[in-house]
């Protein structure tokens, strides 16, 4: 086999067989294929499509590239993956209460994304705290606690990891073939018994429009079904942020109030929705009202908030951060309100338009190496829907210093459109699975 060939026949409109494909994923981990030829691949997937078979195979072959987790706990191994969006803090809730509740999961998490925020940013938002640790620490880590995030190592997924770098630069980012097969890869090779997928629709997404998300949603589930892990997706709105902050350590105080006050929200209705989608397909219970109550007993109790102190505690940060949180966490040293210009509800909010203001400040990365500010962004941000007299805050923003706080402002403002609001629809507005 050679790369050339490969990529003539998918050039030429023929789907390459699983070996084929088995070859290039290692060669793409070796180095045995070239940038060039990564680029061309990618491009002829992304013009020519890939069948459920060849999705399936080259998602295989991607997670064979590099280790694939085995567990030997006697609990289910389960796991969530959201495909990005403004104000979505669900990772950091949802891990330690299934770990509460008695199930395992292991959390290979990714950073910033354009627009969106990243669950290893926001948990490196607490001081200490480092999701870059081996396999034997993540192990150690998952078996003591019931749930680790962390950062995919150079073992998992590597080719992947060559491909992807490889397709931010060529155009084929886009790919619904090539975005299965890297979420997926590294997913399925965390040794996953379970997976709920949380695919976001609308102006704070990367999908925008429902028929795009659907074809995601539809495609992932195959996928991860073909390839022998359990899944369902949720298709869930995306046109205000989920919760009411965008920003590291804004969304991590977010977290620590549910953790710590049961704090009823909507973000926290989805975090409970989505871990008891996983409960019942890992069989752990029959109904989703039931495994919805031990999780929101998990949180009510302290038991989710003990676990969460745990893996903080294994990764570096502080001891018994659930007690100390609001003394932690990093403070921007300008923080303001951001005035409504006139009176009416909250018509809409352009998420895509506030992520990046939240970027612009310092909170997300611009370009490759820029370090992130974990205490700018936006908190206490009105829903779709509220009503505002003139002068009434939007928003509070916090910022390193004037100059970015009024740019800020000013995006923010030009992000959200005062009028009069439709009713919102529901937050999950669709099922796969």
Same mark, same amino acid.
């Given at each position: 086999?050679?790369?050339?060939?490969?990529?003539?026949?998918?050039r030429?409109?023929?789907?390459?067989?699983k070996?084929?494909?088995?070859? !290039?994923?290692?060669?793409?981990?070796?180095?045995?294929?070239?940038? %060039? *030829?990564?680029?061309? !691949?990618?491009? %002829?997937?992304?013009?020519?499509?890939?069948?459920d078979?060849?999705?399936?195979a080259?998602?295989?072959?991607?997670?064979?590239?590099?280790?694939v987790l085995?567990?030997?706990?006697?609990?289910?191994?389960?796991?969530?993956?959201?495909?990005?969006?403004i104000?979505d803090?669900?990772?950091?809730?949802?891990?330690?209460?299934?770990?509460?509740?008695?199930?395992?999961?292991?959390?290979i998490?990714?950073?910033? &994304?354009?627009?969106?925020?990243?669950?290893?940013?926001?948990?490196?938002?607490?001081?200490?705290?480092?999701?870059e640790?081996?396999e034997?620490?993540?192990?150690?880590?998952v078996?003591e606690?019931?749930?680790?995030?962390?950062a995919?190592?150079?073992? =998992?997924?590597?080719?992947?990891?060559r491909?992807y770098?490889?397709?931010?630069?060529?155009?084929? +980012?886009?790919?619904?073939?090539? =975005?299965?097969?890297?979420?997926?890869?590294?997913?399925?090779?965390?040794?996953?018994?379970?997976l709920?997928?949380? +695919?976001?629709?609308?102006?704070?997404?990367?999908m925008?429009g429902?028929?795009?998300?659907?074809?995601?949603?539809?495609?992932?589930?195959?996928?991860?079904n073909?390839?022998?892990?359990p899944?369902?997706?949720?298709?869930?709105?995306?046109? *205000?942020?989920?919760?009411?902050?965008?920003?590291?350590a804004?969304?991590?105080?977010?977290?620590?109030?549910?953790?710590?006050?049961?704090?009823?929200a909507r973000?926290?209705?989805?975090?409970?929705?989505?871990?008891?989608?996983?409960?019942?397909?890992?069989?752990?219970?029959?109904?989703?009202n039931?495994?919805?109550?031990r999780?929101?007993?998990?949180?009510?109790?302290?038991?989710?908030?003990?676990?969460?102190?745990?893996?903080?505690?294994a990764?570096?940060?502080?001891?018994?951060?659930?007690?100390v949180w609001?003394?932690? &966490?990093?403070?921007?040293?300008v923080?303001?309100?951001?005035?409504?210009?006139?009176?009416? *509800?909250?018509?809409a =909010?352009?998420?895509h338009?506030?992520?990046? %203001?939240?970027?612009?400040?310092g909170?997300?990365?611009m370009?490759?190496?820029?370090?992130i500010?974990?205490?700018?962004?936006?908190?206490?941000? &009105?829903?779709?829907?509220?009503e505002?007299?003139?002068?009434?805050?939007?928003?509070?923003?916090?910022a390193?210093d004037?100059?970015a706080?009024?740019?800020?402002?000013?995006?923010?403002?030009?992000a959200?459109? =005062?009028?009069v609001?439709?009713?919102?629809?529901?937050?999950?507005?669709?099922?796969i699975?």
């Amino acid at each position: 086999m050679d790369a050339r060939t490969i990529i003539e026949r998918l050039r030429d409109g023929r789907q390459p067989n699983k070996d084929e494909l088995k070859w !290039f994923a290692a060669g793409l981990a070796s180095g045995a294929v070239t940038d %060039a *030829q990564a680029g061309a !691949f990618a491009m %002829a997937v992304c013009l020519r499509g890939l069948s459920d078979e060849a999705r399936v195979a080259l998602t295989l072959a991607m997670r064979d590239s590099g280790d694939v987790l085995a567990w030997d706990v006697g609990r289910p191994i389960v796991d969530k993956h959201s495909t990005g969006g403004i104000g979505d803090c669900v990772s950091l809730l949802l891990a330690p209460a299934l770990a509460a509740v008695g199930v395992v999961n292991p959390m290979i998490s990714g950073r910033g &994304l354009g627009h969106t925020g990243g669950t290893l940013d926001k948990l490196e938002a607490i001081p200490g705290v480092s999701t870059e640790i081996d396999e034997a620490g993540f192990r150690r880590v998952v078996e003591e606690i019931g749930t680790a995030i962390v950062a995919a190592s150079n073992r =998992i997924a590597p080719a992947d990891r060559r491909l992807y770098a490889v397709r931010d630069i060529t155009g084929t +980012v886009e790919s619904i073939d090539l =975005i299965v097969a890297s979420i997926l890869s590294k997913k399925l090779a965390a040794g996953l018994g379970a997976l709920v997928l949380d +695919v976001k629709c609308g102006s704070g997404a990367f999908m925008t429009g429902m028929e795009e998300a659907e074809a995601l949603a539809n495609s992932l589930v195959e996928t991860a079904n073909g390839a022998g892990c359990p899944t369902v997706a949720l298709i869930t709105d995306m046109n *205000q942020p989920l919760a009411p902050a965008a920003g590291n350590a804004l969304e991590v105080a977010e977290v620590m109030r549910a953790l710590t006050e049961a704090e009823s929200a909507r973000w926290v209705d989805l975090t409970l929705t989505l871990g008891s989608e996983l409960l019942v397909l890992a069989g752990v219970e029959k109904t989703s009202n039931v495994a919805k109550d031990r999780l929101r007993e998990a949180i009510r109790s302290g038991d989710a908030a003990a676990r969460f102190d745990a893996m903080v505690a294994a990764l570096g940060g502080p001891a018994e951060f659930s007690k100390v949180w609001k003394s932690c &966490l990093p403070a921007a040293k300008v923080g303001r309100e951001v005035a409504s210009p006139v009176a009416g *509800q909250v018509a809409a =909010i352009d998420g895509h338009a506030v992520g990046m %203001a939240v970027v612009r400040l310092g909170g997300g990365r611009m370009r490759d190496g820029d370090r992130i500010d974990p205490s700018v962004g936006f908190s206490d941000i &009105l829903p779709l829907g509220a009503e505002v007299a003139k002068g009434d805050p939007l928003a509070r923003l916090h910022a390193t210093d004037d100059a970015a706080a009024d740019a800020a402002e000013r995006a923010f403002l030009s992000a959200v459109s =005062i009028g009069v609001a439709d009713v919102t629809g529901p937050l999950v507005i669709g099922r796969i699975g």
